[in-house]
């Protein structure tokens, strides 16, 4: 592949093919889910740089280019993805990328990442990290809405339980919220 080519190309991390960004198969992932980056380095683990004597080096330099992120639920199951890239659940939602992105079925990535039993210490952590997006606020102010107003909703589809082990985790509850959680869900 020449250099021009690899410009006009977009890998995709699920399959380590480069892809046109003007055919329909890029418009389907992103449809389905996929997060374009602009520049892949953006979303991976920071690794720090290396020091060659008196030079500083990127050790991400080789990774300045564009690249489809598959879905969080996908890169949460697929450890060959975050060892190839070092890329992971945590960098790519520090990097920007929502919680609140639709999947393939429909669903939210946080949803999904819920349903597969993702680690509720790891879903502590991404809250942590966009507990300041809009797209939070707004998702948590109406999830403590029906908890608290609602009780017939604690055996809804966001399994309360990993979502409380969550908010109190974060330490973003009043006391009058964990205590009403506390009754609805003890």
């Known amino acids: 592949m020449q250099e021009s080519d690899i410009h006009r190309r977009v890998l995709n991390l699920l399959t380590g ?5 003007n055919r329909k198969l890029f418009q389907k992932l992103i449809r389905e889910g996929y997060r374009y980056a602009n520049r892949l380095s953006d979303y991976l683990e920071d690794i720090g740089t290396i020091c060659v004597g008196e030079f500083e080096l990127d050790p991400l ?3 300045y280019y564009p690249a489809l992120i598959p879905p969080l639920s996908i890169l949460a199951s697929r450890a060959d993805i ?5 890329i992971s659940v945590e960098s790519v939602v520090e990097g920007g990328i929502s919680l609140f992105t639709l999947e393939k079925n429909k669903q939210s990535s946080l949803q999904n990442l819920i349903e597969m039993n993702y680690s509720n210490d790891n879903l502590t952590m991404l809250i942590g990290i966009t507990w300041d997006r809009e797209e939070t606020k707004a998702w948590r102010d109406d999830i403590l809405k029906k908890f608290l107003h609602h009780p017939d909703l604690v055996f809804s589809r966001y399994k309360p339980n990993a979502l409380y082990d969550a908010f109190t985790r974060t330490d973003v509850l009043e006391p009058e919220h964990v205590l009403a959680l506390t009754r609805l869900l003890g």
């Open 17 to 21: 093919r480069w892809i046109s960004p």
């Open 61 to 63: 330099a080789d990774f």
């Open 82 to 86: 975050r060892e190839e890239f070092a």
